[in-house]
């Protein structure tokens, strides 16, 4: 059964410390689609980043990086020398190609806090 | 470029009640889903649509319809409002690849329902 797991639920640290939101996701698909969505107070879902099971190369987007392993069955999240504004619930999803249709599976959220 | 509008951005109604949340894409996109986000819970699949015309069930679909009869527009209406409908409602849509959600989900600003 598809299934996303972000164990941590909630992540408190001081600012500029590295911090790394956990993903494990269950499929049986061979083609699948990974993210991960940030939502900060203000409500709104902003997405971060795409990635398919055919690519395990990891990627860096600014202080932001993302560790994929199909071995381990996880899609980790790694926020570099954390801000502030970094505080929200992240969120990540699988969507693959059994199920419903384009269903997005998210996981339940990671709550992270950023003390200044 | 508005992406995902919803509307209204709050709503309070009574036990029993019915009423239409609305969400308008200008994407033209085929796909739209609406989901509902609970404490711990993440985003749940309510209904979603492949198209004009086309709409199924997601993993919690009762007290709920939904209708497409343009591309851009996709309804979600309570048929008689109970308190465990209390959420925040999102709608999203995206392209498919196949059956696959192979890009990012485009989210409204979501709609905080409470029933009383």
């Known amino acids: 059964a598809q299934k996303v797991t972000q164990a941590q639920t909630e992540i408190s640290v001081v600012e500029k410390e590295d911090v790394t939101l956990d993903c494990v996701y269950e499929t049986r698909d061979t083609t699948y689609y990974l993210f991960w969505y940030k939502q900060p107070p203000s409500g709104e879902l902003v997405f971060l980043i795409r990635?398919?099971?055919?690519?395990?190369q990891n990627e860096i987007s600014g202080r932001y990086s993302w560790n994929f392993q199909k071995s381990t069955s996880s899609f980790n999240f790694t926020i570099t020398a954390s801000q502030v504004v970094d505080s929200a619930v992240y969120f990540c999803a699988l969507s693959e190609r059994s199920g419903n249709t384009g269903k997005l599976i998210f996981g339940q959220g990671t709550t992270l806090q950023v003390k200044p | 470029n508005a992406g995902v509008t919803q509307t209204p951005k709050f709503q309070v109604l009574k036990t029993g009640q019915s009423m239409t949340l609305q969400c308008a894409q200008d994407m033209n996109h085929e796909y739209m889903s609406w989901y509902r986000q609970d404490p711990g819970m993440g985003l749940r699949l309510i209904h979603y649509s492949v198209g004009a015309g086309i709409t199924d069930q997601g993993e919690v679909p009762n007290g709920y319809n939904v209708s497409r009869s343009t591309t851009e527009d996709f309804p979600l209406r309570l048929l008689s409002a109970a308190p465990s409908q209390t959420s925040v409602y999102f709608c999203?849509?995206?392209?498919?690849?196949?059956?696959?959600?192979?890009?990012?989900?485009?989210f409204g600003q979501g709609t905080r329902l409470t029933v009383v």
């Open positions: 999203a849509s995206s392209t498919l690849s196949g059956t696959v959600m192979n890009t990012e989900a485009f």
């Open positions: 990635r398919n099971s055919f690519d395990e």
